[in-house]
């Protein structure tokens, strides 16, 4: 018993006594919130496809503005941000603190410089006249990747204050759940990206 | 919850490279020749073939890409069926429902209606009867 | 933090002035759940959350009944002159709006949050002060749509696009007022707030079933809720979308509807719908679980075909997602979506039916106790067939284009709400009244307000059938006489009038009944007053904090009337022990519960702190954002537990039992799928 209530001390949540299927509830609850994000990209991709070709007769279209070469690249960044995401929660299952630690850095520097990639993007679009107003192509292109920009950006955010705890010294192996319930919403917007780099910028336009 | 296994696990092997990342590299190795892939039908020779052709190849692709990182990244492979469920729920009303919208509003007008149907129902039909089947087994249940 | 077991360690509970005053002052310790309104704003208790889910819903059912009245009473007379044509826009605006996001919504998370925990044999929520925190953020998005009407002077900003706020209608430019913004602003928030309750009661329904409760042996009602929360789940991220892109046109100038850029308005009737219909059974189906629970009690015989209720609810709530564009029949959506919409419509016609069959022959051969609940919930199954009816009419696309846009469609429209939902809520109401409070409500106030509300409500909806098929639009401000119109729109003032003298007497009713009461003129219910069959009948009245005194074992469907009633030798059901002897008596001091919170609420508050920010400043959202952060920073670091608990788990051994049940059952779980 004592031993079960020292391991529970560690835990910082002991809310979930019962467990019918044998697993977290916090896992289970970050699954279901995936589930229905689907809808919400789900809603933004179908509009973005609605709309991209419905652009003035003198403006530039999907074909003309994107770079594929440059939003290739980013999009691998953050495809390789899943893998050291995974080996940061396998580091903290071994209970090697410190490469843990330096695959979180890792994880949330890439998953920055896509950020930073696609801030780029837009200034670039922004200056070849494409602004958010402009036309529905823009309205929809920024809407859909500003999205999912904001989706990496909270990921990042979380990446962070798990490196800060380590930091502290808080980020032990009671705290693995944690971390790859993070890695579970980093996949995920991983995943959101893969769809939208195959549909919005490869599709032939 | 199983803490106290986690402690044990956790201190019993200190050594850093294990068979399991070598999964996860690899699986990161076959997604990066993927992406390689898909980024080539961008170069000019490729990108003459037919739309259809290039359409069909990425789509592939991509739900290639998408089930490798949720199976074995998101370790969906082992992991409780019930989190599969809840991802696959999401997906199966997000495809017909959106791609019913995208056809009301004439997207592939030139598709056959049947073929509209069938592209809609199987997929989530597919899952429907694979959920029902899993449900039959009884879901997390005592007896 | 001790790692002492504390056996002794006290409860707190409601009369808690007894306990420990003494704690380490800091901004990061937990309130201490003593009494007060204190105990109510940082609570987590999913009972106490329910409960104020079921204040806030009739008190924004009685704002909106107000909304209605003026309606009608504007309607009453041809070329009456008592709201002006801008302000009845508002008026039904929002009167659409507070009724079905502000009222049925959160009576239906009443219900979710008092009694599914507590039908599964749970002690708790999964996530106690996320829940917590959709029910503050819930009322911070109500009252800030509410205050629309006050804000910039008198219904200066009030939305008026309708419920629905169809494009390109809701543009700057065709409604330059905030209104729309404070109505898409305040939509996004109870939206927050219903995702984040959605996926707290899927995770408790999955997980925290007491032993032995699997997923076909869940009450109806747990059921019917559980589609409820499933739906929302994913419904709400559609309509989040669709108001998203709303916002960002009005806020942002962007082009989503911007029909000028070659935008097709289109685009919101289908986002909309396509949350707008799941919406539908959203509000229904946890009346249909309501009622499901109410009839076998009364009629003293089992469901009738259980899984076919099930089954039906489950298809229903699929099919729910395949109908959404039958509301835009009218809209030139093309003939193949037209029929193949139509013959969708047709089909869920058809799980519906099941339900009222079922129901129908749970009455059947019983023993019927016409009691409140029970003559709401049969009065559910008379007014949901008429308006389900009324429904299939619509299915049928030549017939809808006559009737779209008059009072037909309104006619049938609250016929299922009203008829199917609010009915519905009311016996539950008067249902679970003694297990929430520890009082009846008196049979005698609550059989006489039934018949003056059913009768009003026929004498309201019932003209307006007529009314429409004689050509009345909806959303018209008043009527030329010598149309024809006169007489019914009187007849349905009258009734609307009579809809809020019910109400009244119903709220009347409660404080009434409390006095008497109090006073000891109405005995105490016990436990199980109805001889009711799920587990929340299995604990004292009213629930103490923690539920039930002991982990349940639950063997049978209907567990606890089976642990009741039994059958002897020649088949013959007779009486195994009575309520009090199997029911707990909340005598358990050693439970161990999630303590109150400061956190929730404060995140809570700052969402519609950047919903004003959005609309008139934008440094405003900076202070709102604060809040949130320092709610998230708060949430995220407090302690555990609140200081007056000293130890961890005063059930420790209680716990690990349940433990190593949930262990072996996911071994089991895995080789079984």
Known sequence: MTETATAQTTHDHSEDHVSTLGVSNDKLGMWVFLGSDCLLFGGLISTYMLYKDRIG?????????????????????????????????????????????????????????????????????????LGYTTNLFGTSFFTLTGFHGVHVSVGIIMLMSMYIQSMRGRLTVAQEEKLEIIGLYWHFVDVVWIVIFTIVYLFPQ | MATTDQLTEGTGEATSWVKEDWVYIKTALILAVFTGIEVFTYFESVHKAPDWLLVL??????????????????????????????????????????????????????????????????????????????????????? | MAIVEQEEAPLELESGEDQITERPLGAFTRPDGGGGWRSWLFTVDHKRIGIMYGAAGLLFFVIGGIYALFMRLQLARPDNSILSAETYNQVFTMHGVVMIFLAAIPLGAAFSN?????????????????????????????????????????????????WFAYSPNTGVLFSPSKGIDFFAIGLQITGIASLVGAINLIVTVLNMRSPGMTLMKMPVLTWMLFIVQMLLLFAMPVISVALFLLTFDRLFDANFFNVAEGADPLLWQHLFWIFGHPEVYILILPSFGVISEIIPTFSRKPIFGYPFMIFSGIAIGFMGWGVWAHHMFASGIGPVA??????????????????????????????????????????VVAMFTIGGLSGVTHSLAAADTQQTDTYYIVAHFHYVIFGGIILGFFGGFYFWWPKMFGYFLSEKIGKSSFWVM?????????????????????????????????????????????IAIATAMFIANVFISRRAHRAGKTPDPGPDPWDARSLEWMTASPVPEHNFDEVIEVERQDEFWHRKWGKDESGRVVRRATAEEVAHDGSNTNVHLPSPSYWPIVAALGLPIIGYGLIYNLWLCVVGGLFVIAGLFGWVFEPVDDPNVDGHHGDEHEASGELEEGNENSQKEVSVD
Request: include cysteine; glycine fraction near 10%; hydrophobic fraction near 55%.
């Open chain 1, 57 to 129: 007769p003198d403006d530039l279209g999907p074909e003309e503005m994107f770079d594929i070469p440059f939003t290739s690249v980013s999009s691998f960044v953050l495809l390789m941000s899943s893998l050291t995401v995974v080996l940061a929660i396998t580091a903290l299952r071994r209970n090697d603190i410190r490469r843990s630690r330096i695959w979180l850095l890792t994880t949330a520097i890439l998953g920055a410089v896509f950020v930073g990639g696609q801030v780029y993007e837009f200034t670039v679009f922004y200056r070849e006249g």
């Open chain 2, 57 to 143: 190849t990425l789509s592939f692709l991509m739900v290639i890409k998408f089930f490798l990182v949720a199976a074995i990244f998101m370790h969906l492979r082992d992991d409780n069926a019930v989190f599969t469920k809840m991802m696959v729920m999401g997906l199966c009303i997000a495809w017909p429902v959106y791609f019913v919208m995208a056809f009301a509003f004439g997207f592939l007008p030139d598709w056959n209606p049947i073929l509209k149907v069938i592209f809609l129902l199987v997929p989530p039909a597919i899952t429907g009867f694979w959920l029902g089947y899993s449900f039959k087994g009884g879901t997390g249940s005592h007896h």
């Open chain 3, 114 to 162: 008092y009694l599914i925990p507590l039908q599964i044999g749970a002690r708790d929520v999964a996530f106690p002060r996320l829940n917590a925190f959709s029910f503050w953020v819930f009322l911070g998005g109500g009252l800030f749509l509410l205050t629309s009407m006050f804000i910039g002077g008198w219904w200066e900003n009030a939305p008026d696009g309708g």
């Open chain 3, 338 to 379: 037209v029929a193949a919409f139509s013959v969708s419509t047709m089909f869920i016609a058809v799980p519906t039916g099941v339900k009222i069959l079922n129901w129908l022959a749970t009455m059947w051969g019983g023993r019927i106790r016409f009691t409140t609940p029970m003559l709401y919930a049969t009065s």
């Open chain 3, 454 to 498: 059913v009768i009003g409500f026929n004498l309201t909806f019932g003209p307006m059938h007529i009314l429409g098929l004689q050509g009345m639009s909806r959303r018209i401000q008043t009527y030329s006489p010598g149309q024809g119109f006169d007489f019914w729109n009187l007849i349905a003032t009258l009734g609307a009038f009579m």
